[in-house]
């Protein structure tokens, strides 16, 4: 069904009971032309593009507990393309470009709010870096400008740029054109929409091996049995060594967890998105009040989708001394994912030794704003079996030819 002024007056109706469940939960079939393994955000993206650009339809995506419950669901919701490389940069703003038509395409209000992203510098050696981007960012055709502390000021009111705070605003870059989207929707927008193009979303059936015949894969085992596909694409985030150990692969990425925490519900207090590499530290405002708070990653490895204390209070210091304001706020939720980082804090997205096996991983702690930029190129790379353009550069390969993609300044927070 689509979703209209019309649909809301029908089913207003009869009471809103009506209205349809937004996909199927259909039983796995043994064969599928291609598996996708994850149903968060890259996963069901890249669904959703093999159907509509690639016209492969006979798709599962199977995913080991529920959809959008990975970090699509519990990221911090920032969504910009002011990367530092060329590489990086075409590849963020294709995903930029795709989230402005996103609602419309998928039918399903995303909530994108480009209300402006601040990267705020506090020594000189942050703001020559900022600058170094700004310029790069406007080279590659990408909205970026240099503000002053007393522009930022006028954007932000409660900020502190007072010179005598320990970690003092120098300025900031903006990009106009970033800002935040409604994680949720995301996931739900592309699986609705996947679906209506005939994909089977398989949730609870989590991947436990993939079977290879000599130098091909074959298929996947699963908890509900084996199920053949000729092309398996892993979209898998934070479990992507996992995945790899099963089709004897190494990948260089190391997991770490990565948190997030919301306060109550405010009046309207902040305007844009500020974010510090510095500090550690990146709030925002939702449509509801709540401010939405990130830290950086808490530094050792692991699956568990808990972080530490001590990464929160370094957090929450940095917040307050930043808008000393919000020293007032409770906090009323804390939460953490499992990111998934490699060395040069770029992703991978292509193909791998095994013929019909493709990963897409390595996105860290900057994955969803990619996630339509992403499933684009992955539905490219897996329907041609060849990568775009776009994600050419960002192959497993590199890590042995050296040819980095180094994005750790414009990743945000602290790897
Ligand atoms: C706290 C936090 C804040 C963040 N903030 C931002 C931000 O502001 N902006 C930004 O751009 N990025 C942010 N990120 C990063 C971003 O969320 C991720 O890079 C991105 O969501 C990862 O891609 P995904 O959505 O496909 O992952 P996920 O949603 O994690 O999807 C992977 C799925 O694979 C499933 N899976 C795993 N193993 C198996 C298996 N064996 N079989 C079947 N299924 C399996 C998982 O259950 C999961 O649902 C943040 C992340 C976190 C944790």
């Known amino acids: 069904m689509k979703y209209s002024i019309r649909a809301l007056v029908r089913n207003a109706l009869t009471y809103h009971e009506r209205w349809p469940r937004m996909w199927r939960s259909p039983e796995p079939k043994s064969e599928y032309e291609v598996v996708i393994v994850g149903a968060g955000g890259h996963g069901l993206a890249t669904a959703f593009y093999l159907a509509k650009e690639h016209g492969i339809t006979n798709v599962a995506v199977l995913e080991k507990g529920w959809l959008g419950g990975g970090s699509v669901g519990r990221n911090t919701s920032i969504v910009r393309s002011n990367y530092l490389w060329?590489?990086?940069?075409?590849?963020?703003?294709?995903?930029?470009?795709?989230?402005?038509?996103?609602s419309q395409e998928l039918n399903f209000n995303l909530m994108l709010s480009q209300r402006g992203v601040l990267n705020l510098a506090h020594s000189l050696q942050d703001l020559r870096d900022l600058s170094r981007r700004v310029n790069s960012n406007r080279l590659n055709g990408i909205d970026a400008e240099i503000l002053t502390p007393r522009q930022i000021k006028a954007l932000e009111p409660a900020i502190n740029i007072s010179p005598s705070a320990r970690y003092p605003i120098l300025?900031?870059?903006?990009?106009?054109?970033?800002?935040?989207?409604?994680?949720?929707?995301?996931?739900?927008?592309f699986a609705r929409a996947a679906d209506a193009r005939g994909v089977d979303i398989i949730q609870h059936c989590a991947v436990t091996g993939i079977r290879r015949s000599g130098g091909e894969v074959?298929?996947?085992?699963?908890?509900?049995?084996?199920?053949?596909?000729?092309?398996?694409?892993?979209?898998?985030?934070?479990?992507?060594?996992?995945?790899?150990?099963?089709?004897?692969?190494?990948?260089?990425?190391?997991?770490?967890?990565?948190?997030?925490?919301?306060?109550?519900?405010?009046?309207?207090?902040?305007?844009?998105v500020v974010m510090s590499n510095a500090v550690h530290a990146y709030i925002s405002q939702t449509d509801k009040g709540e401010l939405v708070l990130g830290a950086g990653i808490d530094p050792y490895n692991?699956?568990?989708?808990?972080?530490?204390l001590p990464v929160l209070e370094g957090n929450l210091a940095a917040v307050v001394e930043l808008f000393p304001i919000f020293g007032r706020m409770r906090m009323i939720r804390q939460w953490a994912g499992t990111v998934d980082i490699n060395p040069d804090a770029s992703p991978i997205i292509g193909k791998t030794p095994v013929?019909?096996?493709?990963?897409?991983?390595?996105?860290g702690t900057g994955g969803f704003k990619a996630t339509p930029g992403s499933g684009w190129v992955f539905a490219y790379t897996i329907a041609q079996d060849r990568p775009h353009p776009l994600n050419a550069p960002f192959s497993l390969e590199r890590f042995t030819t050296g040819q980095l993609i180094d994005e750790h300044g414009a990743a945000a927070v602290a790897h």
């Not at 060329?86 to 996103?102: I, P």
């Not at 300025?171 to 927008?189: I, T």
């Not at 596909?229 to 995945?243: E, H, I, P, Q, R």
């Not at 013929?355 to 996105?363: I, T």
């Open 218 to 272: 074959v298929g996947v085992e699963t908890v509900r049995g084996f199920i053949k596909a000729k092309k398996v694409g892993v979209a898998v985030a934070g479990d992507s060594s996992v995945l790899a150990a099963m089709a004897e692969l190494a990948l260089p990425i190391q997991s770490h967890p990565l948190q997030a925490l919301v306060s109550e519900p405010v009046k309207p207090v902040l305007n844009t």
């Open 355 to 363: 013929r019909g096996l493709y990963f897409n991983c390595g996105w």
């Open 86 to 102: 060329d590489e990086s940069a075409h590849l963020y703003e294709k995903s930029l470009k795709l989230w402005e038509d996103l």
């Open 171 to 189: 300025g900031a870059s903006l990009q106009r054109r970033g800002g935040v989207a409604r994680h949720d929707a995301v996931a739900w927008g």
């Open 302 to 308: 692991g699956y568990a989708m808990r972080g530490s």
